[in-house]
């Protein structure tokens, strides 16, 4: 713990600034830079982790991540439901998209809740609803996570997972019951983001929360969330999601899940979240090859004290200032649920 309390200081040395920007709410946030600068950040609106009914709202900050407002909601939650699972990006009119789904509070064999599509043109202030999201063959529902990227022309993609096994315990005889386990999509959309479906495997059987990086003209990258050890193992497609090739693990085993960055100079950053036992924090890893080889890992915040915390966003502002966003179920100075956001440079 010294060593990394030693790198702390020294990666966030150039200025950093830590805020408690949204209080009371277990958050798992999503944060975007929007076209006119300001960031929006889709978050879960409760102080629990998904036992309470609870919204995806979408909060504003129009000082580079120090202030932050309520804006909108994307997806108000339905009676005895809790909407909490989103992927949040931006169509290329400039419009926010979230796809947003989440479960039944009282456990039940049909408690997982449909993917909605819910868009804002105003900033995250108004939002449409739609339910157009056209599952794979064979699979009753999807949970999205992650980034929306833009490919070329009007089309967009996401990622979505599906669970199977003991997450399913309630709908499955016990002799049929199955190690937890479940599979990584990847949905794209034709239409600028309304409506979703052509779904494509990326990986099988022991994935979960996955997040996409579009690099190159072609070049996709996914990050994905393990369930038997809980690392992150790097997925590449070459042909823009069509196929895709397992590149290994790029962390540790609870050591997840992924935000992907890339930066004003070329750079990737991946931002995650470090879930050991008694050591919690935000790390860091970076690349300068898209993604075939990666740095060492650092952490650029602590988290001690926290039980329940991680999920980092990170987004780059104009001026090259890092804003990175997380969540956490009470530090030593601070007891409650909260979005934490720090402010920072990544030296050259």
């Known amino acids: 713990m010294k060593k990394w309390l030693i790198l702390t200081l020294a990666a966030c040395s150039f200025g950093a600034e830590r805020y408690i920007a949204i209080d009371n709410v277990c958050a798992w946030p999503n944060v975007k830079l929007l076209p006119d600068g300001n960031l929006l950040a889709v978050i879960f609106n409760q102080p629990s982790h998904g036992g309470r009914e609870g919204d995806v709202e979408a909060w504003i900050s129009r000082d580079g991540g120090k202030w932050w407002e309520r804006a909108g909601t994307p997806a108000p939650h339905e009676p005895g439901a809790s909407r909490l699972n989103v992927a949040f990006g931006l169509a290329h009119d400039g419009s926010a998209v979230v796809l947003s789904a989440g479960v039944m509070v009282e456990k039940r064999p049909d408690r997982w809740l449909p993917v909605w599509v819910c868009r804002s043109a105003d900033g995250g202030r108004t939002w449409t609803r ?22 070329p022309g009007r089309r ?25 386990g479940g599979s990584a999509y990847i949905l794209f959309s034709d239409d600028d983001g309304l409506t979703w479906g052509g779904a494509v495997l990326i990986g099988k059987d022991d994935y979960n929360e996955t997040t996409l990086l579009r690099v190159s003209e072609t070049r996709l990258l996914a990050v994905a969330r393990t369930y038997r050890s809980a690392h992150m193992e790097l997925f590449a497609s070459e042909d823009d999601g069509r196929t895709w090739k397992n ?7 609870r050591q997840h899940p992924a935000s992907l960055t890339q930066l004003r100079d070329g750079r990737i950053l991946l931002t995650y979240g470090i879930r050991e036992r008694g050591n919690r924090a935000v790390a860091v890893r970076t690349s300068s090859d898209q ?32 804003v990175t966003a997380w969540y956490a179920n009470g530090i030593v100075t601070h007891q409650r649920y909260h979005m934490g956001v720090l402010r920072w440079r990544l030296e050259p």
Request: hydrophobic share 40%.
């Open 291 to 322: 993604g075939r080889s990666w740095g060492a890992a650092w952490p650029i915040v602590t988290l001690e004290g926290a039980g329940d915390s991680g999920y980092p966003s990170t987004v780059q502002l104009d001026d090259g200032t890092l």
């Open 130 to 151: 739609s339910a157009k999201v056209t599952l794979p063959e064979g699979v009753d529902y999807l949970i999205p996570f992650g980034d929306l990227v833009r490919l």
């Open 247 to 253: 590149e290994g693990p790029v962390s540790l085993p």
């Open 156 to 180: 967009l993609a996401a990622s979505a997972y599906h669970h199977y096994g003991a997450a399913l315990a309630g709908r499955q005889p016990s002799a049929e019951r199955k190690a937890p």
